[in-house]
């Protein structure tokens, strides 16, 4: 999987692109938390480009969000559909914040 | 958290008694302990899942009996397969996979063991807990949880998610509890895609492992071919088996294990039996002794 790291108003957007899943995920993960541990505590995430996703990869979204400290947020932007379903029938769509697009996401 | 017990050895000993019996609630534990041990692997990294199947990963040692079992089995596997097929897969050994973890939680000192003679021939093995520090300890955090808004640890989720969709909440909370927080405990034991497909595969195994026990033998006399039949008729309903080759050995025809098999049937006059794979034993389910085959 690629990530892209973009900023808005100091808010950091990660674009992935590919897939996440057991190859990837422990490393994605690695690298999120450590930055949520350093303080950074609002990640967004830009899930257009993102085609797959397993237990693993919703895993690890669930350990960055727990790494976060005080107020921070985790938000979604344009789930794919297999990733929508995904979100859902985990009740994912429960816990975070998804949004159609990145100005929903960002003005939340 | 206590760190040292396995998913599985937390769900055991919620099912333990006092009196060192399995809680009446847990009709489903075979199929849910094969699930926390596929949902232990899924943490650890070994496994992975998506809506349709189980994906192997690592064939990597978790330094734990029961999980590097299941590991090698799942490894052993030709092709990719659903989670469900793995849950009955792992549910025909979970006899096997309850004798390892009750020996796993007398190593940690958790359950004590007791040997008691019911009849002149028989005796009766129970695991009664030394104290109940730990199983209070899985029951407050799951509570907690459950309680709060808090976002889940892994292992926790992974508790809610089996006793969720085992059927085994009253072991946990009230009847008042349950109906009060059933939103925020279903909300929990989806969170994983592993719960999801182990709540589809219990609700389509439950009703096999519900079989009455051995009143066939009752019936009538039997030579110890039909008993084996009968045996393996059993396993494959109770596990939604339909292709003889996905049969343990010893209950698969032509394989030198199967002939065991049926000696054993033959010399014990029973088919209330299971294999520990480990030991190389033939155990009888309704005693506590093992004989080596």
Redesign the interface.
């Known amino acids: 999987m690629e990530i892209k790291e973009t900023k808005v108003d100091n808010i950091a957007i990660y674009t992935l692109i590919g897939r996440l899943?057991?190859?990837n995920?422990?490393e994605f993960m690695n690298k999120m938390t450590t930055l949520a541990k350093a303080g950074q505590d609002k990640f967004v995430f830009d899930m257009e480009q993102l085609d797959?996703?397993?237990?693993?990869g919703?895993?690890a979204f669930?350990?960055i969000?727990?790494a976060i400290q005080g107020q921070g947020f985790v938000r979604f932007y344009q789930l794919t559909p297999q990733v929508l379903?995904?979100f859902t029938?985990?009740?994912?769509n429960?816990?975070f914040q998804i949004f159609e697009d990145k100005e929903a996401a960002l003005s939340a | 958290m206590s760190k040292f017990l396995s998913i599985p050895e937390e769900i055991l000993l919620l099912a333990v008694e006092d009196s060192g019996g399995i809680n009446p609630h847990s009709k489903t534990l075979d199929a849910v302990l094969a699930s926390a041990v596929l949902m232990d692997l899924?943490?650890r990294?070994r496994?992975?899942?998506?809506?349709d199947d189980l994906?192997p990963?690592?064939n990597e040692s978790c330094n734990d009996l029961v999980l590097d079992e299941a590991l090698s089995s799942i490894f052993e596997g030709k092709d990719k397969k659903s989670p469900a097929y793995w849950i009955a897969r792992l549910g025909v050994r979970a006899e096997e996979f309850k004798e390892m973890l009750f020996s796993s939680l007398l190593v940690k000192r958790i359950l004590k063991v007791e040997n008691q003679k019911v009849l002149w021939f028989f005796a009766s093995r129970k695991y009664p807990l030394i104290g109940d520090a730990e199983v209070k300890e899985v029951k407050s955090r799951i509570r907690d949880l459950v309680f709060s808004s808090d976002?889940?640890?892994?292992q926790d989720?992974a508790i809610v998610s089996l006793i969720y969709y085992g059927n085994m909440l009253p072991m946990v909370f009230t009847e008042t509890e349950i109906s009060t927080f059933h939103a925020r405990i279903?909300?929990l034991a989806?969170?994983?895609?592993?719960?999801?497909a182990i709540g589809k595969a219990l609700l389509e195994l439950a009703p096999g492992f519900h079989i009455a026990s051995k009143a066939m033998e009752l019936l009538g006399i039997r030579t110890s071919q039909e008993k084996l039949d009968e045996l393996v008729d059993e396993v494959k309903a109770k596990y939604h088996i339909t292709n003889d080759e996905d049969l343990p050995d010893w209950l698969r025809r032509g394989t030198p294990q199967y002939h065991k098999t049926l000696a054993f049937i033959e010399e014990s006059g029973t088919n209330d039996i299971y294999y520990h794979h480990l030991k190389g034993e033939y155990v009888i389910k309704s005693r506590a002794s093992a004989f080596s085959m």
């Open positions: 899943d057991a190859s995920a422990e797959y996703i397993s237990s693993s919703l895993r669930l350990t969000r727990k379903e995904v029938i985990s009740a994912f429960t816990i | 899924a943490i990294n496994i992975d899942t998506d809506l994906i990963v690592r976002l889940p640890d892994l989720m279903e909300q989806r969170m994983d895609l592993i719960g999801q």
